[in-house]
């Protein structure tokens, strides 16, 4: 079975543009969180959505926004890029909202320049 | 909110020996502990993780411990080899609340010298 994929791999943006990214659950899972990592830390919680719902929100500004489709498939939008804003960005998905564990893609490796 | 702090930040061993990393948590609402390995440019990826109704738990090398009273949990790696060498985060959350999330630590860098 195909993991957990996100697309594009690596994204280089500018100050103040706008940024898209996309992830695949595992099969199955209905849950998609989004996590930032910035390097050399821990990944830090965006959101999660279940069902097509917002389960929770981490402490990031309105210019992150996120949904679900019903394929369960999610998107992570960005606005008004900072250069704070580099890092890689993780999803994880999980059977449900709060039930097993969380396994992440690959990562969406942004850079704002 | 849940908050966890990691130890050491860096950790450096000589192969075969046993190294041991550190967490402790705020919340005594979280009850799964997991353990991520992550190597340079890679996801993290699960290694080993815990429920709060269970005081250890081994899988070949690696074990884990939980202390609920104390709310701290360690990883233990034994016989280190080279392919250990990679950051391990601990991380925590509240399973089967209303929300999923992990909260993780900073991580480890853990080198294991040949």
């Known amino acids: 079975d195909a993991g957990v994929t996100q697309s594009p791999t690596h994204l280089i943006k500018t100050r103040g543009q706008q940024v898209t990214l996309r992830c695949s659950p595992i099969?199955?899972?209905?849950?998609v969180s989004w996590y930032q990592q910035v390097l050399g830390q821990g990944p830090q919680f965006i959101f999660q959505?279940?069902?097509?719902?917002?389960?929770g929100r981490g402490n990031f500004p309105d210019r992150f926004s996120a949904r679900q489709f019903p394929n369960y498939s999610s998107e992570l939008n960005v606005n008004a890029l900072l250069l704070g804003d580099s890092a890689l960005y993780l999803c994880a998905s999980s059977l449900a909202a709060s039930s097993g564990d969380a396994d992440f893609g690959p990562g969406t490796r942004l850079t704002v320049t | 909110g849940e908050n966890v702090e990691q130890h050491p930040s860096t950790l450096s061993v000589q192969e075969g020996d046993s190294a041991v990393i550190k967490c402790t948590y705020s919340?005594?609402?979280?009850?799964?502990f997991p353990w991520y390995k992550q190597e340079l440019g890679k996801r993290p990826q699960l290694i080993i993780d815990?429920?709060?109704?269970?005081g250890e738990k081994k899988d070949q090398r690696i074990a884990v411990t939980l202390n609920k009273t104390a709310k701290h949990f360690s990883l233990h790696i034994t016989e280190t080899q080279p392919e250990d060498s990679a950051v391990y985060f601990c991380a925590a959350r509240n399973y089967g609340g209303s929300q999923g999330n992990l909260i993780f630590g900073k991580g480890t860098k853990l080198s294991v010298k040949p």
């Open positions: 959505y279940y069902e097509k719902e917002e389960r």
């Open positions: 919340d005594s609402a979280s009850n799964y």
């Open positions: 099969s199955g899972h209905k849950s």
């Open positions: 815990i429920r709060s109704n269970v």
